[in-house]
């Protein structure tokens, strides 16, 4: 078929990395021929696949509105959202779907991500306020401008697919990682918050934020525009300022 031609009856070559540890000593992958249209996803191909052809093939999904993060796959060998990348991208050459790099494979393309949940509840994901605040007093306010200096940040979903593109992360699983410093850094620039000092020492770490290796792809393949390098370069100075102030510092380094 011609590239370009979108009659009916079309269909697209899907290739799925299988793995069943019940049965299967290593993965492989199996060849699924799905209809095609420009408006469906890969996530949706995937469903079909399951539905219509094979329903043993394990995948996450929810949402399916780039919301959740729970579709992240390895598509033609890149990190993205199942539900956001589309047939017509591929059109008319074969998609390969396999599960996210440098994570464990659990079955298919579902893998374990308990690792990284663990690392998440290490930085204390939330605002731990300055000072107690009964309700009489109010909501904590804060300006537009401190609202910028941390809502880029606030956009990240867990999806994880940082990970998966970071090289660093899959030579040393102790890595923070990218993800994981986007959010920490969300909380530190938050005007409200006040735990800094419980998170400076996950920060400070040879597997904090300076065994990032500056490789940016992190920032390339996230669906919501956080830019986890950036957080981590943001971190890496105030790391070394933290160093740095305590040799001129009356107290200490910064509060």
Not at 123 to 139: K, M, N, S, V
Request: aromatic share 10%; net charge neutral; hydrophobic share 35%.
């Amino acid at each position: 078929m011609a590239e370009g031609d979108r009659s009916p009856g079309a269909s697209i070559e899907v290739e799925v990395l299988r793995y069943r540890p019940e049965q299967d000593s290593e993965p492989f992958y199996q060849s699924f021929t799905v209809p095609y249209a420009e408006d469906l996803s890969v996530l949706q191909a995937l469903q079909h696949i399951k539905d219509d052809l094979d329903s043993t093939l394990s995948f996450r999904w929810s949402c399916r509105m780039a919301i959740c993060g729970s579709c992240g796959l390895m598509i033609n060998g890149i990190p993205k959202l199942g539900c956001r990348t589309f047939l017509r991208e591929y059109y008319p050459g074969r998609v390969r779907v396999g599960p996210l790099n440098h994570f464990p494979i659990e079955r298919d393309l579902v893998v374990d991500i308990e690792d990284f949940v663990g690392k998440l509840e290490k930085i204390h994901p939330y605002i731990i306020p300055r000072e107690p605040r009964t309700l009489d007093q109010g909501e904590y306010l804060q300006t537009p401008r401190q609202l910028q200096r941390y809502l880029q940040f606030s956009n990240c979903i867990n999806c994880t697919l940082c990970y998966a593109a970071c090289p660093q992360y899959g030579l040393d699983p102790a890595f923070l990682g990218p993800g994981i410093t986007a959010l920490l850094h969300r909380y530190n620039a938050d005007s409200r918050d006040g735990g800094q000092a419980k998170r400076a020492a996950i920060m400070h770490a040879e597997d904090g934020v300076w065994g990032c290796t500056a490789v940016s792809y992190c920032s390339e393949v996230c669906p919501k525009a956080v830019d986890p390098a950036n957080a981590i370069n943001q971190n890496k100075m105030a790391s070394a300022m933290d160093y740095f102030l305590r040799f001129v510092k009356p107290g200490g380094a910064r509060k």
